[in-house]
């Protein structure tokens, strides 16, 4: 079975300038997450698509960060502009879907490292 | 809010035991996970509790949990230098949030 796939693996960008990363979940998995992992720190949450549709983005900074899923499979999520905060690894997970223990297993890809200058 | 915490290093020599520990603070929490981080990689689910059992072993792998002093451990026993990583508790908020919340993580440094 294939996992979670992501790129790209590294992106370098000065700030102020936009960026975008994309994540293909596991074949199956409705739920998609989207994680921010500062170095130093866990991975936090910032949104949550069951299917296509969101069903949590409470932590999403919303004034520069987007992130879509139309088709209920690949999503994409996008910064713009970026800010030197901005730095940090993004991990895409999916699930089978939001319930019980095992279907909410949530299965990491290997994350897109973003250095802002 | 939910808080999970963890101390930031661990040093063991090869073939010890180790013992990474967790606080958590969300007394709805259901289910709680151990994941693992190598280099460059993602997490990598390790092992998980319900929050109704004290002691899961599975293999080299015992969790214990206090559920009265919301304390979690993970032992790894016969420690190899394979096991040098990034080690995440994280608490499953199965109430209206609904989502994994991380600890900072424990680097555990396995020394020959």
């Known amino acids: 079975e294939a996992g979670v796939a992501q790129s790209p693996r590294y992106k370098i960008i000065e700030k102020r300038q936009s960026v975008a990363f994309w994540c293909n979940p596991i074949?199956?998995?409705?739920?998609l997450y989207w994680y921010q992992q500062i170095l130093g720190q866990g991975p936090k949450l910032l949104i949550q698509?069951?299917?296509?549709?969101?069903?949590?983005d409470s932590q999403l900074p919303k004034d520069r960060f987007s992130a879509e899923r139309l088709k209920g499979v690949d999503s994409t999520l996008k910064i713009q502009p970026a800010k030197l905060e901005d730095s940090a690894v993004y991990l895409c997970a999916s699930s089978l879907e939001r319930g019980g223990i095992f279907r909410n297993e949530q299965f990491f890809g290997p994350g897109t490292r973003l250095t802002v200058l | 809010g939910e808080d999970v915490e963890q101390s930031l290093f661990l040093s063991v020599r090869e073939g010890d035991s180790s013992v990474i520990n967790c606080t958590y603070t969300d007394s709805s929490s259901t289910y709680l996970y151990w994941y693992k981080q190598e280099p460059g990689a993602g997490l990598q689910l390790l092992t998980y509790i319900f929050s109704n059992m004290d002691m899961k072993q599975d293999q080299r792998l015992t969790v214990l949990l206090n559920k009265k002093d919301k304390h979690l451990s993970l032992r790894i026993a016969d420690t190899q230098t394979g096991d040098s990583a990034i080690y995440f508790c994280a608490e499953w908020d199965s109430g209206s949030a609904r989502q994994l919340t991380f600890g900072s993580g424990t680097q555990l440094t396995v020394l020959p």
């Open positions: 698509f069951q299917n296509n549709g969101v069903v949590d």
């Open positions: 074949s199956g998995h409705a739920t």
